[in-house]
């Protein structure tokens, strides 16, 4: 764990903390003499990631909203830079 952290230029609680939400999440799990693994269940990570996805693109037309940008010309310029 400590040298994670000192990889990551961060203090062991955060790498601590964020594995166990992850844990909790279910994308990783651990095995008591083996360490921790990474699921292997796809449908699950997909709706992490969907749900991940989701929640960025509603912020993300909350800050156009901010801005003046309506949702219609915000995907219109997402469309552009892809």
């Not at 651990?30 to 990570?45: M, P, S, V, Y």
């Amino acid at each position: 764990m400590r040298e994670f952290a000192a990889q990551l230029q961060v203090n062991p609680n955060t790498v601590q903390k964020a594995l166990a939400e992850l844990e909790d999440c279910g994308l990783i799990y651990t095995e008591r003499t083996n360490g921790k693994f990474i699921t292997q269940d796809g449908a699950l990570i997909a709706k992490v990631r969907t749900e991940y996805a989701s929640s960025l693109a509603e912020k993300y037309l909350h800050d156009m909203n901010n801005i003046g940008v309506d949702a219609k010309t915000a995907v219109e310029l997402l469309n552009n830079n892809m």
